[in-house]
């Protein structure tokens, strides 16, 4: 019922079969995630802040929408291809066209919630446009679905990043050609996210052979819908859990506050993509292993370490030299920097909470306890909008990080107390091992400043190396582990079996 306490008792097989795969899709984004960021505090220094506010409200209303749009058909396909390999012949086909309608039927929607908060005129078309945009990116997510049920990461993680790349390349073009303005950086991001839902849909045909579809009839459709509703209400909550706050600021303080939330917030959705390319690698994992708790266990021990390691010395960088990260907002006074910054090292605080407890979400969802994380998710959105209508009016952007944090440590804590549903119970140990680490860290990048001076970059160097240690010092990362990940270590060991069993 429960998994090894020690991180060194990990089978290396599990690790070396995730790590080829994991790595390739971080590595991948985290090439061009950075790239997007730095692209976009140009962009919101350039456009100003009221402006990148209001675009910013326009994206998170539509990411709402189009999280609706998808009625949780996503995971649910991933999730039911991964343990039915017959799905996809029998069921795909329905699920093609009817997921389209969805999008269509999303734009229409979106348009109607925006008329109801006061959207009119130019602001309603820049919604249009920016609703467009997200609603075909969540398409080509769906259509990944059968690549990552099937468990081709490697593929996945070009998918993953083809529309950001290109998004990437004819944004710069404009910044570069001195052509930025609202209307076309918006343009670019609609024809990029188009592009990549017509490629994908050529390139699944060529993977997979003639993509065949049936029209949704009533009762195929519905059953798919039923089966799929409790993923729609966990998407719809996260979706306004996290994106709600952008809004609410836009429309009850100023857009000028979305705009430093924007860019505080901006830094937290890079970071955040290194903890949504892990959870799909164990969601589809977490699914095929339902029934065998203690693989369950080992698989939790493993991916607690993948995810919560390295998101330690982001957050300890982020409370340290937080400031760094705004270098390029050369039109911003000093007192909106600092209102930037404080906002950051709030939402860092959100990256431990998801760093240590965003798996056991995807471990609860996949092992069919999904009514239950909905329930509680839906708490949160509900404890979310009260403290935003309540606060935000008076505090702007320091009141919707703050908020962010505290639904967060809710929804975590309500993990925990539902993980022992599964058979599993939560590492605290290795929990424990991991905040000591973030603990040396930290005492010794207060030590540097307070006594070292040195410039930030040299500081920096300085405190990862003790990051470093301080991971093996408390037995997170073992030296006997590494060695057996090294190629060929495996196959000594096969081969010392074989010689003493001769």
């Known amino acids: 019922m429960c998994f090894p306490t020690s991180p060194g008792r990990c089978p290396p097989l599990l690790i070396k079969k995730f790590l080829g795969s994991i790595s ?8 061009v995630k950075p790239g997007w960021v730095l692209l976009e505090n140009v962009v919101q220094d350039r456009l100003g802040h009221a402006t990148f506010g209001l675009l910013a409200a326009c994206s998170a209303l539509a990411v709402v929408v189009a999280t609706f749009a998808d009625l949780g058909l996503s995971h649910f396909t991933v999730q039911r291809l991964a343990v039915e390999p017959g799905f996809a012949d029998t069921q795909f086909p329905t699920l093609l066209p009817l997921r389209g309608l969805l999008t269509g039927a999303a734009l229409a929607l979106l348009l109607a919630v925006g008329l109801g908060l006061g959207y009119r005129g130019p602001q309603l078309s820049l919604l249009a446009a920016v609703g467009a945009g997200l609603l075909l990116s969540q398409y080509t997510q769906f259509l990944r679905a059968p690549v990552q049920a099937r468990q081709r990461f490697g593929l996945d993680a070009w998918l993953s990043v083809l529309e950001k790349t290109l998004a990437l390349a004819l944004v710069a073009g404009l910044v570069l050609g001195d052509g930025l303005r609202l209307g076309t950086y918006v343009g670019a991001r609609l024809a990029a996210a188009a592009f990549t839902a017509v490629l994908l849909l050529g390139l699944l045909r060529r993977l997979f052979g003639p993509l065949a579809h049936r029209w949704p009839a009533a009762g195929p459709a519905g059953a798919l819908l039923r089966g799929s509703l409790p993923f729609a209400a966990i998407a719809l909550l996260y979706g306004i859990n996290e994106r709600v706050d952008m809004v609410l600021l836009e ?9 430093y939330y924007a860019a505080a917030y901006r830094w937290l959705d890079a970071v955040m993509m290194y903890v949504w390319t892990i959870l799909p690698l164990f969601f589809a994992r977490f699914a095929q292993a339902a029934a065998r708790p203690r693989e369950l266990g080992q698989l939790l021990l493993l991916g607690q370490r993948v995810l919560a390691l390295p998101l330690l010395l982001v957050v300890a960088f982020i409370w340290f030299r937080g400031e760094v990260l705004f270098w390029q907002f050369g039109h911003s006074t000093p007192p909106e920097l600092a209102r930037m910054t ?28 999904v009514r239950s994380v909905s329930w509680l998710v839906a708490l949160s959105v509900a404890l979310n909008l009260g403290l935003n209508l309540a606060l935000v009016p008076h505090y702007g952007a320091v009141a919707a990080a703050y908020i962010t944090l505290g639904c967060a440590l809710v929804v975590s804590g309500g993990y925990v107390a ?12 290795l929990l424990g091992q991991l905040l000591g680490v973030l603990a040396s860290t930290c005492a010794a990048w207060a030590g540097l400043q307070a006594y070292a001076h040195l410039p930030w970059l040299l500081e920096t160097l300085a405190a990862t190396a003790v990051f470093g240690l301080s991971a093996f010092g408390w037995r997170v990362l073992t030296l006997a582990e590494l060695r057996r990940l090294r190629p060929g270590a495996r196959r000594g060991q096969r081969e010392r079996r074989r010689q003493l069993n001769g």
């Open 418 to 429: 539902l993980l022992g549903r599964v058979g599993v119970v939560v590492p605290w140990r």
């Open 24 to 31: 390739l899709a971080v590595v991948l984004n985290l090439l």
């Open 251 to 259: 429309r009850l303080a100023s857009a000028r506050e979305a705009g």
């Open 342 to 369: 404080w906002c950051l090292r709030i939402l860092a605080l959100n990256v431990l909470v998801h760093g240590f407890f965003a798996l056991y979400a995807a471990l609860l969802n996949s092992t069919g306890h």
